[in-house]
């Protein structure tokens, strides 16, 4: 029965770690060719970023919901020539939101009034030169843009970055694998498995806040920094 048993036992283990993929056993499992050591490790690396996307928008009022409606619309115009004029591509300007709403005066006892109605049109616009889109924030604003949002900075194109980041993990992961074995008084043979189970493109940061600075022609500055970029990786190694 014991030589049946550790025949088995490999099986066994494969069976329950296809059914529980993403948990990461809480000790080694050992085997009868070896011991399985399970370990997280996240790779980070980081970067400038080099897309803003910022909403902007036009919010108007008016004594009927066609008033508001049609100045609305006129403001909104001036904005996106605005835009167009300072060069951002059209592939970059996409509308987030446009809505109409009655306004209401309340009173104890009566019912509420419309006064009038509320018309609301934004848009999300990308900037390629994230130096250049404080400057353009001014312009709109100049034009009758009345709501900004934003920015929120990311990678154009992060997968240089992310990669980076990966192999960041696996020599993390390997360096605290050997040290667990050597503890252990074993060596690493191999990696069995590998699974990315996270991933951060350097898209997902604190919101930033505009700055604008007290000199004759204030314009409003937006700094990138830097941003992060990471990976998390669970790699299963055996141990002998």
Same mark, same amino acid.
């Given at each position: 029965?014991?030589?049946?048993?550790?025949?088995?036992?490999?099986?066994?283990?494969?069976?329950?770690?296809?059914?529980?993929?993403?948990?990461?056993?809480?000790?080694?499992?050992?085997?009868?060719?070896?011991?399985?050591?399970?370990?997280?490790?996240?790779?980070?690396?980081?970067?400038?970023?080099?897309?803003?996307?910022?909403?902007?928008?036009?919010?108007?009022?008016?004594?009927?919901?066609?008033?508001?409606?049609?100045?609305?619309?006129?403001?909104?115009?001036?904005?996106? @020539? #605005? !835009?167009?004029? /300072?060069?951002?591509? &059209?592939?970059? +300007?996409? =509308? %987030?939101?446009?809505? $109409?709403?009655?306004?209401?005066?309340?009173?104890?006892?009566?019912?509420?009034?419309?006064?009038?109605?509320?018309?609301?049109?934004?848009?999300?616009?990308?900037?390629?030169?994230?130096?250049?889109?404080?400057?353009?924030?001014?312009?709109?604003?100049?034009?009758?843009?009345?709501?900004?949002?934003?920015?929120?900075?990311?990678?154009?194109?992060?997968? @240089? #970055? !992310?990669?980076? /980041?990966?192999?960041? &993990?696996?020599? +993390?992961? =390997? %360096?605290?694998?050997? $040290?667990?074995?050597?503890?252990?008084?074993?060596?690493?043979?191999?990696?069995?498995?590998?699974?990315?189970?996270?991933?951060?493109?350097?898209?997902?940061?604190?919101?930033?806040?505009?700055?604008?600075?007290?000199?004759?022609?204030?314009?409003?500055?937006?700094?990138?920094?830097?941003?992060?970029?990471?990976?998390?990786?669970?790699?299963?190694?055996?141990?002998?």
């Amino acid at each position: 029965m014991r030589s049946t048993f550790l025949l088995l036992a490999p099986a066994l283990i494969l069976a329950a770690g296809a059914a529980s993929a993403q948990t990461v056993p809480a000790v080694p499992t050992v085997l009868a060719d070896g011991t399985l050591l399970d370990i997280s490790a996240e790779g980070r690396t980081s970067r400038v970023p080099d897309i803003a996307t910022i909403r902007a928008g036009v919010m108007t009022q008016g004594q009927t919901a066609a008033a508001a409606l049609t100045d609305n619309a006129s403001r909104m115009a001036r904005v996106l @020539a #605005a !835009l167009k004029q /300072a060069g951002v591509a &059209a592939r970059d +300007i996409r =509308t %987030a939101n446009v809505s $109409l709403s009655p306004q209401y005066r309340y009173a104890d006892g009566q019912a509420p009034v419309v006064t009038g109605y509320q018309a609301s049109n934004s848009v999300a616009i990308r900037f390629r030169d994230v130096a250049k889109s404080g400057a353009i924030l001014d312009a709109l604003v100049a034009q009758g843009a009345n709501q900004i949002d934003g920015p929120s900075l990311s990678l154009d194109q992060p997968d @240089a #970055a !992310l990669d980076e /980041a990966r192999i960041s &993990a696996v020599k +993390i992961a =390997t %360096a605290r694998a050997q $040290l667990y074995a050597k503890a252990a008084g074993l060596s690493v043979v191999r990696v069995v498995s590998i699974t990315e189970s996270g991933a951060n493109d350097g898209g997902a940061q604190p919101p930033m806040v505009f700055m604008a600075r007290a000199k004759a022609a204030p314009s409003t500055e937006i700094s990138a920094g830097e941003t992060d970029v990471s990976v998390t990786l669970a790699v299963r190694f055996l141990l002998k």
